[in-house]
């Protein structure tokens, strides 16, 4: 169990977090401060929760409050758990099947740089790549992200619950805004194998003064990063990560 890890979100795991805390929709949305309708349209979801960090770090702390608590485990697997008086965490636990079994898939998303971040470019953008060294080249996955106009676009991949691990903290980052995923697809093999995190700053997207993401879908995406990071791709070795 990673204690660590915050599992991402699903339509599934809000109904079963809501089930084992044995609370009804409306009282969910009054803990959490978002409306019925928010939660009512959460839960007819299938897949991952599309939802303002915002509104998943509100979603989170009621269920907090409740005790329940969303996890992944050490096979991947996300969990919803309830926490009990006297230390004993472990009392019901319901296993989310997730996707399909993949080998490897690959995530899309776009979000809005905070002002804080703009005004900062180079040095978020080096401290991400750091933080993506570690984690990612733990957990195997590689990707690319650019930031340009105001915009990240990431892609990422690797097994799926490690994809989904990165993903879930990238959500909650203050760094950025409006995280807006795009794709999530099977893919039978990697596009950006040779990069832990192939950072593409301002320097190297000097076209992309005026960019937009919020046409992009995920194969317009994954060409745009491609490009980018091919011309990022004269040297050879290990993967690595650079801006
Ligand atoms: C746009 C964006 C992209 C990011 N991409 C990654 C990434 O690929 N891998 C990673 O480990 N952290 C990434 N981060 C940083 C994580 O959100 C987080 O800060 C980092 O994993 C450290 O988490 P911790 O403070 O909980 O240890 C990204 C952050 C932002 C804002």
């Known amino acids: 169990m990673h204690e660590g890890a915050n599992a991402v979100l699903t339509g599934e795991m809000v109904r079963a977090g809501r089930a084992i805390a044995r609370i009804e929709q409306t009282e969910l949305a009054n803990a959490a401060g978002l409306s019925l309708d928010t939660i009512k349209r959460l839960e007819r979801l299938r897949g991952v929760v599309n939802a303002n960090p915002t509104t998943l770090a509100m979603l989170r702390r009621a269920f907090h409050a409740h005790g329940v608590h969303f996890r ?72 690319a992200l650019l930031m340009a106009n105001g915009f990240f676009v990431q892609a990422l991949e690797g097994p799926p619950p490690a994809v989904w691990e990165v993903l879930g903290g990238i959500a909650m980052d203050r760094r950025h805004q409006s995280f807006t995923p795009v794709d999530r697809i099977e893919v039978a093999e990697r596009r950006f194998a040779r990069w832990i995190m192939c950072g593409i700053g301002a320097a190297r997207a000097a076209d992309l003064a005026a960019f937009d993401p919020r046409g992009l879908d995920g194969a317009g995406a994954v060409e745009l990063l491609s490009r980018l990071s091919a011309a990022e791709d004269s040297a050879l070795g290990e993967p690595h990560a650079t801006s």
Not at 75 to 82: A, N, P, Q, T, W
Not at 107 to 135: F, H, K, N
């Open 72 to 143: 992944i485990d050490e096979d991947g697997r996300s969990c919803v758990f309830l926490e009990t008086t006297g230390g004993d965490r472990r009392v019901d636990r319901i296993e989310e099947p997730g996707p399909e079994p993949m080998r490897i898939c690959r995530a899309v998303y776009y979000s809005w740089a905070t002002p804080e971040t703009v005004r900062d470019a180079p040095g978020v953008l080096d401290d991400i790549l750091q933080a993506a060294v570690a984690l990612n080249g733990r957990l195997g996955v590689t990707g």
